[in-house]
């Protein structure tokens, strides 16, 4: 997903708009041009999403209109902003996570801004210390999910870890994303890498592809056309009961079926996970400095924060944010989740990339 995540949602909203920049918000945004004194622009990825009353209260606080740009997933919109770094197209970029956060820092896209709320942050995930260049604002894990009827039928446990998908007993179970083109698929990449070290990950692929991995380039087609478990894998036949998606993947198949169920028919392999932080920025040469602040205040506020989980699907970063009954009853929460420094994974993604594509594509 694009990110990510945030494809979550696209369970029920295949098929997200092309790449491309595109104006969204309310009504009263619809009307406003360019960042100026009483409009600001948040430019982000396509799966942005909050509530438009949430969105309304910013403006309400504020005095600002609200201005939302879309430019295509989540690599796409980081790279959109190192092009136009210096002369921006909004005041506050939404959507760089760990994996990419180097790179942007790197380039420069954005100018420092210490958010109101940021000491209710827990500071691991402060990634660019008191520089404040950029600000947390959500978290998400990438897992291994499952379909609970398959392994029921079949008298199986599910996996649980990342070793247990290289044993026979999963064998042309496991459908994943491509990494060069996937965020989820780098993700499960990088969980791997943080798992078994700079060696041992390549043994662990090569364990993976002698039991059957299948890779697919988006996760719209790992979930929603290899992976049985889904709705849309019902339809398009989907054959594979393990699939690399989020977290919170099983509270969205809940929240959209109709009737919903009492259960959800997808699990989580817990130890599989790999963490993911995204940040939000004032752009450097942002036209409206003074609305992006505010805007990134806001973006902490207990307002956005408890939107986040069923509009995103991803947690909130300040501590004591109440979470929706349906996030919590039916979201997993991962059994520590691996993570890599994002300096370490600059020096060595595109290396990795390239590495995991000769052992595992070619």
Request: glycine share 10%; aromatic share 8%; with cysteine.
């Amino acid at each position: 997903m694009s990110t990510r995540r945030k494809t979550v949602a696209a369970i029920v909203a295949a098929g997200l708009a092309a790449t491309g920049l595109a104006a969204c918000g309310d009504d009263s945004a619809a009307d406003a041009g360019p960042s100026s004194g009483k409009t600001v622009t948040l430019v982000s990825h396509d799966s942005f999403a909050a509530s438009k009353s949430v969105l309304k209260k910013f403006e309400q606080k504020t005095g600002y209109r609200l201005k939302v740009l879309k430019s295509g997933d989540a690599g796409q919109a980081v790279n959109q902003a190192v092009l136009t770094k210096g002369r921006p197209q909004g005041d506050v970029f939404f959507g760089v996570d760990n994996t990419l956060l180097s790179r942007a820092l790197d380039q420069g896209v954005f100018q420092p801004y210490e958010a109101k709320g940021l000491s209710a942050v827990p500071a691991d995930l402060q990634l660019d210390g008191k520089r404040h260049r950029v600000t947390p604002i959500d978290t998400g894990d990438i897992c291994v999910n499952y379909d609970k009827k398959y392994f029921e039928g079949k008298k199986l446990d599910p996996p649980k870890t990342l070793a247990d998908l290289a044993d026979p007993a999963y064998k042309n179970l496991l459908v994943t994303e491509n990494t060069a083109t996937s965020s989820p698929g780098l993700g499960f990449l990088l969980g791997s890498v943080a798992q078994y070290g700079e060696r041992g990950w390549q043994t662990y692929w090569k364990k993976l592809r002698a039991n059957g991995v299948k890779v697919v380039d988006s996760w719209e087609q790992a979930y929603n056309e290899e992976f049985s478990g889904s709705a849309g894998g019902h339809k398009a036949g989907g054959d594979r009961p393990l699939v690399v998606s989020y977290a919170s993947s099983p509270p969205v198949e809940v929240l959209y079926a109709d009737p919903r169920p009492e259960d959800a028919p997808t699990g989580v392999a817990t130890g599989t996970c790999f963490r993911q932080t995204e940040f939000a920025g004032l752009l450097d040469g942002a036209p409206n400095p003074e609305g992006g602040k505010a805007l990134l205040d806001f973006l902490l506020s207990d307002t956005f924060q408890r939107d986040m989980p069923l509009q995103m699907f991803v947690n909130p970063v300040v501590k004591g944010t109440a979470l929706p009954d349906l996030f919590t009853r039916y979201g997993a929460e991962a059994d520590g989740a691996r993570t890599v420094a994002p300096q370490k994974i600059a020096e060595h993604r595109e290396d990795w990339i390239n590495a995991w594509t000769s052992l595992v594509v070619k």
